[in-house]
């Protein structure tokens, strides 16, 4: 899954989320998101945050971030076409079938959302 985002506020999470378990009470997830000058990846089990990591990379417009599972049980931060994290093992959060893209603030301004190559149409 990825997304391109033109904006994004000093202070604003804005970021994917994949095989996430339920969209009503999510508990399980892996997680990517821009924080600041960083990204972070992420993962959520019984409803429980954990950083994987944290990377420092320059916010630029329009650039794509996308959260990669190589397999089943790894997981990657791509950004700009280059994959920026380490490869995490991550083998407790399950096979959620959900994916999305998400911001905590209104400021920020996600232009595409893609999952497997498709590019998903959305509007405001």
């Not at 999470?13 to 990517?32: C, F, R, W, Y």
């Not at 950083?51 to 630029?60: D, E, G, R």
């Not at 911001?103 to 999952?115: A, E, H, K, V, Y």
């Amino acid at each position: 899954a990825g997304i391109q985002i033109y904006s994004a506020g000093t202070k604003a999470h804005v970021g994917l989320v994949s095989k996430l378990d339920d969209p009503v009470n999510p508990q399980n997830m892996g997680k990517a998101y821009r924080e600041g000058n960083n990204w972070k990846i992420a993962k959520v089990v019984g409803g429980t945050m954990t950083i994987l990591q944290t990377i420092a990379a320059t916010f630029v417009a329009d650039s794509l971030a996308e959260i990669r599972w190589p397999t089943t049980t790894t997981v990657e931060l791509w950004y700009g076409g280059s994959k920026i994290s380490t490869t995490h093992t991550v083998n407790d959060i399950g096979a959620g079938t959900y994916y999305g893209m998400f911001s905590t603030r209104p400021n920020s301004l996600i232009t595409q959302f893609w999952l497997d190559s498709e590019v998903m149409s959305f509007e405001f």
